[in-house]
Nanobody
Framework: QVQLVESGGGLVQPGGSLRLSCAAS????????MGWYRQAPGKQRELVAA???????NYADSVKGRFTISRDNAKNTVYLQMSSLKPEDTAVYYC?????????WGQGTLVTVSS
């Protein structure tokens, strides 16, 4: 069973930056795609960014140019660098791993963008 542990969330002012981390309990080089999703109050969970084992990335239109996803296979960790944060980025952010037998999810980390 894969465990994903997110960290790095918190309160930040509009225009600020945060870096989220997702530490996996297995070697992530085996995982074809890892990603970050978010869920705001009253809204459905949505894909924010994803990265393949080959380094190919995909972003939601709302975060393109502001967020960057990366993976460090040596540390079994995936990152989400968030810049120019907006109040509408406020949500619980979840790490996701696409596995052969299904998806694995972390417990989530709260990001609040507010002045």
């Amino acid at each position: 069973q894969v465990q994903l542990v997110e960290s790095g969330g918190g309160l930040v002012q509009p225009g600020g930056s945060l870096r989220l981390s997702c530490a996996a309990s297995i070697n992530i080089f085996r995982i074809s795609t890892m990603g970050w999703y978010r869920q705001a109050p009253g809204k459905q969970r949505e894909l924010v960014a994803a990265i393949t084992s080959g380094g190919r990335t995909n972003y939601a239109d709302s975060v393109k140019g502001r967020f960057t996803i990366s993976r460090d296979n040596a540390k079994n960790t995936v990152y989400l660098q968030m810049s120019s944060l907006k109040p509408e980025d406020t949500a619980v952010y979840y790490c996701n791993a696409k596995l052969t037998l299904g998806d694995a999810w972390g417990q989530g980390t709260l990001v609040t963008v507010s002045s």
